[in-house]
């Protein structure tokens, strides 16, 4: 029988081991496992194997561990990971798609009773409809101002209850109602915190951009690099445009109001010396289009339709034979 490890001893095998994953993964993502339990840790393992390795442990030796590696490295993006490392907390290295990692990571949720002190995540609701209970457990639902009514000899609630609000602690009523009731409300899982990316550390919402989203951002920026260079008259590639046209503007105005022209101001100043051709040229555009119409086809009518060749042209008679 091999003999048991000591303390010292597996604490130098966990610090290999991280430094290990630590130069091997360029990707890692810290997911916080609050009231995750073995057996699912172990499922979410198996799901991951191939191009993931789970790794939870002590933050203490975490932090040792990752800041004696960066000294020893002299790689000090490795440091952007100390800060993350609080809370029940665990890290997934990974050389596989980041979304595509952590969508599988959530796939691993498994229900859970509302125990007593556990501060809820989410709203729970208690629907209406008949609960299976004989009468003489009405006062559950009393003690909680749920309304109810007896329905063929077992109580029925009669409209949706809000039981627990999010962020609120789950009391001795509520979780002894929720369990009679047969509802486990809450679901746990590993939950991504944050992703460490090549010494570059973002929010998990990043995995969710498109390119849409992203093109739609660069969009915005570009509109407020427009915005802010024509308010300072600085001159960019976005707000050239935009500058060219204000100052083609301020020419022709300066144009219409002298007696200084030239040939495109001397258009604008014949339409405004008879404002009637505004309309003139309104209506020229559609009527050319719509009269190029009949025009085609009068041609067609004038055609002459090809005169149908007789027997006798062709070579027959009307008594041949």
């Known amino acids: 029988m091999a003999p048991k490890a000591t303390k010292a001893e597996k604490k130098q095998n966990y610090d290999s081991k991280l430094c290990q994953l ?28 191939g191009d993931s390795v789970v790794l939870m442990g002590k933050n203490t030796m975490m ?18 990971l100390v800060p993350l490392l609080v809370g029940n907390v665990g890290l997934i290295f990974t050389k596989g798609d980041l979304k595509e990692v952590s969508e599988e990571v959530a796939k691993y949720k498994v229900g859970a009773p509302a125990r007593v002190g556990l501060v809820a995540p989410i709203d729970v609701v208690v629907p209406p409809g008949n609960t299976g209970l004989d009468p003489s457990q009405t006062s559950f639902f009393q003690v909680l101002n749920i309304p109810t009514k007896i329905n063929k000899g077992t109580v029925e609630i009669i409209t949706p209850v809000e039981l627990i609000k999010k962020g609120d602690k789950v009391g001795s009523s509520e979780a002894a109602l929720l369990a009679k009731l047969a509802i486990r409300p809450f679901s746990y899982g590993l939950v991504v915190l ?20 992203l093109v739609a951002k660069f969009a915005i920026g570009v509109s407020m690099v427009t915005s802010l260079s024509l308010a300072i008259s600085y001159p960019t590639l976005a707000a050239a ?10 020419v022709l105005s300066i ?21 009637s051709k505004f309309a003139v040229a309104a209506v020229a555009a559609p009527a050319a289009a719509s009269g190029a119409a009949p025009a085609a086809a009068k041609e067609e009518e004038k055609k002459p339709e090809p005169e149908e ?6 070579g027959f008679g009307l008594f041949d034979e």
């Open 63 to 80: 932090k040792r561990s990752v800041r004696m590696h960066a000294e020893k490295t002299g790689n000090n993006a490795f440091l952007n």
């Open 194 to 213: 944050s992703v460490y990316d090549n010494g570059s550390v973002f929010s998990p919402e990043v995995l969710d951009l498109t390119e849409d989203d």
């Open 241 to 250: 445009p935009h500058m060219f046209v204000n100052a083609y503007k301020n």
């Open 255 to 275: 144009a219409v109001v002298t007696e200084y022209s030239f040939p495109e101001a001397d258009k604008v100043k014949e339409f405004l010396k008879d404002p």
């Open 309 to 314: 060749e007789s027997d006798e042209e062709m």
């Open 22 to 49: 630590l130069d091997e993964f360029n990707q890692i993502l810290v997911v916080n496992a609050d009231n995750v339990g073995s057996n699912q840790l172990q499922s979410i393992r198996r799901g991951l194997r």
